[in-house]
């Protein structure tokens, strides 16, 4: 899983960000697909995930703000990210799991993309 250039510049509050990530051929919609976040001192957050059928799990402090979507000819993954805010900061992260369905085993994880949103 390789991730995609989002700029890295920081965003306003209320802004918005779209980082994506490619993934090999055949597998972004085949596979349990997610992005994780990590924000300094804290642990890895599950954002948001979605399945071979497109089945969405998010976590609450992102609904109705974030969206996941794939574009399955070009294996290709994006979250798109709307009224951001600043405890949005973190590294995102996409990461691949099993073929088909989620379960919590993701072997296959980007390198990162900071996010910083200012206030």
């Known amino acids: 899983v390789q991730p995609g250039e989002s700029g890295g510049d920081p965003v306003q509050a209320g802004g918005s960000l779209r980082p994506f990530c490619s993934a090999p051929?055949?597998?972004?919609?085949?596979?349990?697909m997610a992005w994780f976040r990590q924000a300094p001192g804290n642990g890895r957050e599950g954002v948001v995930r979605?399945?071979?059928?497109?089945?969405?799990t998010y976590a609450d402090s992102v609904k109705g703000r974030f969206t996941i979507s794939r574009d399955d000819a070009n294996d290709t993954l994006y979250l798109q990210m709307s009224k951001l805010k600043p405890e949005d900061t973190a590294m995102y992260y996409c990461?691949?799991?099993?073929?088909?369905?989620?379960?919590?085993?993701?072997?296959?994880w980007g390198q990162g993309t900071q996010v910083t949103v200012s206030s």
């Open positions: 990461a691949r799991g099993q073929w088909g369905y989620c379960s919590e085993t993701f072997p296959h």
């Open positions: 051929r055949y597998t972004v919609s085949t596979h349990c």
């Open positions: 979605i399945n071979m059928a497109g089945g969405t």
